[in-house]
Antibody, heavy 123, light 111 residues
């Protein structure tokens, strides 16, 4: 059974970059049928989809959150069965729990989630 | 951006009693293929969200029969026929018609 596990620093300094990695186990991220994404949940706020990547490298980023879209880069390393999120120039507004999750190429149904990585941006 | 609105914000329920959660979208989620591009998730205390239903009415693996969904277009409902203690959590709807957006959540708690 596929499992996802996020890793990365729990504390990031404002204006620096946040890097998170999601490692898959019990299945391969090299499958054609799935995208691998990031969803975040700010304290007391709604869930927000950030971006998703396919093993081919094709990436989709949330177009409605312009300040987020311009700062997001995703990458994928199939040899390590990992994909990553890099968020530049973080501010306190980026403090959140970041989840990695899987959805199909046909439809945004996030059927497998990681346990979440809490990130605090400090000044 | 499609805005998702859920109600109520909080839903205290007596075990064994039914519960109903409403979700409305600012645009129709009914796709040309006849499916509503709407998912339901639950986030139990201390856990990640988990998928309950997708494509409007398709039940995810392991979801008990006491959960059901209804609605089409812009108005949707998630129902629990008889609430159990393990159903406590925050329930979210999410539209997948365009860039995914989630509702604000409905907290189900035991009275």
């Amino acid at each position: 059974q596929l499992q996802l596990q996020e890793s990365g620093p729990g504390l990031v300094t404002s204006s620096e970059s946040l890097s998170l990695t999601c490692t898959a186990s019990g299945g391969s991220i090299s499958t054609d049928n799935y995208y691998w994404g990031w969803v975040r949940q700010s304290p007391g706020k709604e869930l927000e989809w950030i971006a998703s990547i396919h093993h081919s490298g094709q990436t989709y980023r949330n177009p409605f959150h312009l300040s987020l879209k311009s700062r997001v880069t995703m990458s994928i390393d199939t040899s390590k069965n990992q994909f990553s999120l890099n968020l530049r120039s973080v501010t306190a507004a980026d403090t959140a729990v970041y989840y990695c999750a899987r959805h199909t190429v046909y439809y945004y149904a996030f059927d497998v989630w990681g346990q979440g990585a809490a990130v605090t941006v400090s000044s | 951006e499609i805005v998702m609105t859920q109600s109520p914000l909080s839903l205290p329920v007596t075990p064994g009693e039914p519960a109903s959660i409403s979700c409305r979208s600012s645009q129709s989620l009914l796709y040309a293929n006849g499916y509503n591009y709407l998912d339901w998730y639950v986030q139990k205390p201390g856990q990640s969200p988990q998928l309950l239903f997708y494509l409007g009415s398709k039940r995810a693996s392991g979801v008990p029969d006491r959960f059901s969904v209804g609605g089409s277009g812009t108005d949707f409902t998630l129902k629990i026929s008889r609430v159990e203690a393990e159903d406590v959590g925050i329930y979210y709807c999410m539209q997948a018609m365009q860039t995914p957006t989630f509702g604000g959540g409905t907290r189900v708690e035991i009275k």
